[in-house]
């Protein structure tokens, strides 16, 4: 073996003489002082390197072990040197070493060589392998130098973070939204299985700004403009619009995308995502068509409602009209005969034509009640506060059977107001009023009474007679339609009135009703809310 | 028997009543000449003198009219209206003479300045008190 560096000469040295100083003759640098001192100062750096430095022969013996190698490799210069290199090499590495050496034969230099070792406790370690041949004086290779660095760390910092990786692309690739990541100037960088399920394209088709061509040509513009200027913004990104599917069909996605900023708060990336949210804009877009149909519905049956309301006064309005007439005109010529040809006239005859009048008479009245009571049933109602004092003087003066010498009604004020409609409580009063004073015994007057009494939030309109009563067995069917509970033909009734009393009643949301022992005459009742007291 | 060349327009579609108007004329012993349009339209020609009642010595301007209200073709009301429209005619007494008690139309009527509203049937006493008030159809 040519004697160039020999290391290991030194290391006998120092293991007599001390640690190893170097003492240059001169101060300063290594030019100066004798060859042995710069070979002593080059065998220190290599001795005393963190790094390990090995050399081998040819034949992959080792022949210097420094420092470095002690500490990374466990064994001291002493147990290995004169060993085989493959001492270090794990067992399923087998063709490791002649490799390296056919290399190195061949002038080669390896650099950045990973590789695992053993050390002497049996533990496997990552090490980076840069291994350099050792050239002779006469220019031929002799051995190698290897330096080995332990990247134990590195290994498993990489590790981690491949790990890492493939936990956030399992993640990324499994959430039900589309991912990406793209740069500020809006060129895609990453994206999760998701688009590429969707879109049906590649990486290669995808990436930069190959994302427009599935955007929809109505919509990518106004889509471009705000990426662009909301990433230039910082700002977090949002907005909504369609994405072309592999099949074709366009659905609707809200996207949205954050920056990513290192520790001095620049943007490294963007990270965005796209949902799809075509079923819920369906879903939306029903709704709103179900509500314009049910608006317009609701439309159509008021305006149908109305119409048939219309109808129905129309109709009451004009069968009055036309039921009238001829009545009107019955009753007409039956007086006229009366008054000309009365005279020509027996009694009997004369009696006939009073019938015809008084049936004529009737049937007016009839008519006049049945339209009232239609009239009432079908308006639409306004509620509001009434005052029943003033409402009931103005009915007062209305009637002359009312008024004195023919009837005497007492009012005991004051009359409390109440919430109603004024010309249907007009009607049910006047209807009550001129009832009371109808119905009593032949050469009595009438009286009334007239009160209001407050019950809880209600007022109870009272009228009492002095009339001739109603029998207890009759009173539930008083305010039915045509219903007559007493067949005196001296009471004239239609049988109307009080139908039309509890018709209005309902209507403005009250009730009626009636107290009588069948003798001493009757007390109608009227009940409707009271005005919220102020 | 008073009678005067003044006259009178009724405007009604009903014969009977028609006839019961003359009949109250003849008992209030008024005998002026009434002329009888049977529904809005003839109305409106007859005032406006119109066709044959171009001829006014046959069919001359009333003094005042009698108006039912429920009328074919034209309503009385409207007949009304038009009647406000022609200056001619604001010299006429209208009276409403009519079977429907309707609150709507007794305003609508005063509204469009009828001067009374009265309803059906006619009676003398009725015709008396109106045509006191205005027209001056008595001597």
């Known amino acids: ?534 | 028997m008073t009678s005067t060349n003044k006259s009178i327009l009724l405007v009604e579609d009903d014969e009977n009543d028609v006839f019961f108007m003359k009949r109250a004329m003849e008992k209030a012993m008024l005998a002026p000449p009434v002329h009888v349009a049977i529904n809005g339209q003839e109305a409106i020609d007859y005032l406006a003198g119109t066709g044959k009642y171009s001829d006014r010595a046959s069919f001359p301007l009333p003094n005042c009219i009698f108006l039912d209200l429920k009328l074919p073709f034209v309503h009385g009301l409207e007949v009304l209206e038009w009647i406000r429209t022609q200056p001619s005619l604001a010299q006429i007494d209208v009276f409403v003479l009519t079977s429907s008690p309707e609150e709507r139309d007794r305003q609508r009527a005063q509204q469009l300045g009828a001067k009374a509203y009265l309803l059906k049937p006619p009676t003398a006493k009725m015709l008396l008190e109106v045509l006191e008030s205005g027209c001056a159809l008595t001597a």
């Open chain 1, 1 to 534: 073996m040519h004697d160039l560096i020999d290391t290991n000469s030194a290391r006998r040295a120092n293991a007599r003489n001390g640690p190893m100083q170097h003492k240059p003759k001169n101060r300063g640098s290594l030019g100066q002082g004798t060859a042995e001192d710069a070979w002593r100062f080059l065998a220190a750096v290599v001795e005393f390197s963190d790094d390990a430095i090995i050399t081998k022969d040819l034949n992959g013996i080792i022949t210097s072990w420094n420092k470095g190698a002690e500490r990374l490799f466990g064994y001291t210069a002493q147990e290995v040197i004169g060993k085989p290199v493959a001492l270090l090499i794990p067992e399923d590495r087998p063709d490791e070493e002649p490799a390296i050496l056919a290399r190195l034969r061949r002038g080669e230099r390896i650099d950045h060589y990973e590789t695992i070792r053993r050390r002497k406790d049996g533990t496997l370690l990552n090490i980076s392998l840069t291994v350099s041949p050792v050239v002779g004086a006469d220019g031929r290779i002799i051995g190698a130098s290897k330096i080995a660095r332990d990247i134990t760390e590195r290994k498993l910092a990489e590790q981690a973070l491949h790990a890492s990786e493939e936990r956030f692309r399992t993640l990324a690739d499994n959430i039900s939204q589309l991912a990406w990541t793209a740069s500020d100037d809006g060129w895609a960088t990453w994206y999760n299985r998701r688009w590429y399920d969707y879109t049906g394209m590649t990486f290669e088709t995808m990436k930069g700004r190959g994302w427009e061509s599935v955007h929809h040509p109505d919509h990518v513009e106004r889509v471009k403009r705000k990426l662009e200027e909301t990433f230039r913004r910082g700002e977090a990104w949002e907005d909504t619009f369609p994405l072309r599917s592999k099949d074709g069909e366009y659905r609707w996605f809200l996207s949205r995308a954050v920056p990513i900023r290192d520790q001095e708060g620049n943007i490294t990336c963007w990270f965005g995502t796209n949902t799809d949210i075509t079923e819920l804009r369906e879903a939306r877009e029903a709704l709103a068509r179900s509500h314009d149909e049910l608006d317009k519905r609701v439309e159509q049956r008021t305006a149908s409602l109305r119409e048939a309301i219309a109808q129905m006064e129309e109709f009451s309005y004009s069968i009055s009209h036309d039921l009238r007439a001829p009545v009107r005109a019955m009753k007409g010529y039956a007086q006229i005969v009366l008054e000309d040809y009365g005279g020509l006239l027996d009694d009997r005859g004369r009696d006939f034509l009073d019938r015809i009048l008084r049936g004529s008479s009737r049937m007016e009245r009839l008519i006049h009640d049945v339209l009232t009571y239609s009239r009432l049933a079908s308006c639409e109602i306004q509620l509001q506060p009434v005052s029943l004092q003033k409402l009931l003087q103005d009915i007062l003066l209305e009637y002359p059977e009312l008024q004195a010498p023919r009837a005497e009604v007492a009012v005991r004020a004051p009359l409390h107001d109440v919430i109603a409609h004024e010309p249907s409580l007009s009607q049910a009063i006047s209807n009550l009023l001129r009832n009371g004073v109808k119905f009593v015994a032949p050469g009595t007057t009438p009286k009334l009474q007239v009160w209001t009494e407050m019950r809880g939030s209600k007022v109870r309109f009272w009228v009492e007679d002095n009339g001739i009563g109603i029998k207890p067995e009759y009173q539930h069917r008083l305010f039915g339609m045509f219903e007559r509970v007493h067949q005196d033909p001296r009471y004239d009734g239609t049988g109307i009135g009080l139908a039309i009393v509890r018709k209005a009643a309902e209507k403005m949301g009250g009730r009626v009703g009636v107290e009588s022992d069948g003798i001493t005459g009757s007390s109608f009742w009227l009940e409707l809310p009271a005005p919220p007291t102020s």
